[in-house]
């Protein structure tokens, strides 16, 4: 695994305590159809013991982006370009038996869905023991002990009897649980969380996000959340990313974004959200259109075919012809000005929100 080295005269990341970079990191699938661009130029920086939410819809790049981190896109029909660099070691050029040590130990991940990820054939408890045995070098018993106190401490009751069940035994809650047991098992530094409580009822889900702040608070784990859910963000997430047709369009830190959003789609998902306080017979505000194809993207800033606000940029065919970037810092990928979408969200979008 090649160990990045700083730049001369270039900010240190471990000085920053940075510790995941990503580097205009490009992910492309060659399909019978084209090659599609599911991540395209996206670079951020998360620090220890934070949490960041990514938001975005299907298709936006997030959970891509996230495999990738975790090295499990297939090489095949895959080309990776850009940097992925965790605590100093550079990921796209490592080979797969390196990715595996990292996988579960340094990195770990909790699924949408348990049952894809807890296999129907071995007790839950040994699932949850398997990678501590593995990466830590641990007995069988050792890791058995092990297993038990993470179930435990993920709130399953009676973790002693129930980690000799089998995953169909456990509700779809407690599967989610025992997920969360199997990936915090070895203490991982950085959690990948995607969509982690969509398919939960609202209880279990609250249930489930506290606890993932608890084990937070205990492990100091950086973590990554996935979600299309902005409420869940604004509990969870220090920092937001919003992404869009594979690249980042806003980022800053949560309260920031959600109190004085800069972009156009940020302010469409702000919109589309129902709310409790809102006329339940009142239609809800949909982003008009559709995401755009990643076959054949289109040009300039990729979210025009669906903004309302070109007319309002300066210089005639700017959003069609120039692609936006974002800034390093707390920024918005589009050419309206800062005090244009200052003034926007404020006459047209926040008396909406309220
Ligand atoms: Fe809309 Fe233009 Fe901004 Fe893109 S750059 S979000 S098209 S105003």
């Known amino acids: 695994m090649t160990t990045v080295t700083k730049e001369a005269g270039a900010p240190d990341p471990a000085d920053a305590g ?36 990514i938001v ?24 990776v370009e850009g940097e992925i660099v965790l605590d100093g070691q550079e990921l796209t050029t490592a080979r797969e038996s390196e990715l595996e040590k990292l996988r579960g130990n340094k990195v770990a991940m909790i699924f949408q869905d348990p049952l894809t990820a807890l296999s129907p054939y071995y007790t839950v408890g040994r699932q949850i023991a398997e990678p501590y045995m593995k990466h830590m070098r641990a007995s069988k018993r050792t890791a058995w002990e092990r297993a038990v106190e993470m179930l435990g401490r993920v709130g399953i009751p009676h973790p002693r009897q129930r980690a000799k069940d089998y995953p169909h035994q456990f509700s779809g809650g407690m599967r989610q649980r025992a997920m969360i047991a199997m990936a915090l098992v070895c203490d991982p530094d950085l959690l990948i969380a995607d ?47 919003v ?29 589309s959200m129902p709310r409790l306080d809102s ?44 692609r936006p970037l974002l800034g390093p810092d707390r920024s918005s990928a589009c050419h309206l000005t800062a005090q244009q979408k200052r003034a926007i969200f404020i006459d047209e979008f926040k008396p909406r929100l309220r």
């Open 56 to 79: 975005g819809e299907s298709g936006s790049g997030k959970s891509v982006t996230n495999l990738t981190i975790l090295g499990l896109h297939n090489p095949m029909f895959t080309t």
């Open 243 to 271: 992404m869009y047709a594979g690249s980042a369009i806003e980022r800053g830190a949560t309260d920031q974004v959600l109190r004085a959003p800069q972009h156009p789609y940020t302010w469409g998902l702000l919109n």
């Open 18 to 53: 940075v510790f995941l970079s990503v580097r205009d990191l490009h992910v492309s699938f060659r399909t019978e159809d084209g090659i599609v661009r599911a991540v395209d130029g996206l670079s951020f920086d998360l620090e220890r013991g934070r949490t960041l939410g």
């Open 195 to 241: 969509e982690p409580t969509t398919a939960l009822d609202v209880t279990v889900q609250a249930q489930i996000l506290d606890l993932l702040g608890d084990l937070q608070s205990e492990f100091g784990s950086a973590i990554i959340f996935i979600t299309h859910d902005l409420g869940v963000i604004a509990d969870m997430a220090d920092d937001i990313m």
């Open 279 to 322: 006329d339940p017979r009142a239609p809800l505000s949909p982003i008009p259109g559709t995401p755009p194809s990643l076959l054949a993207p289109p040009p300039g800033c990729r979210f025009h075919p669906r903004c309302a606000f070109q007319d309002r940029v300066a210089g005639s065919g700017r959003c069609v012809g120039e």
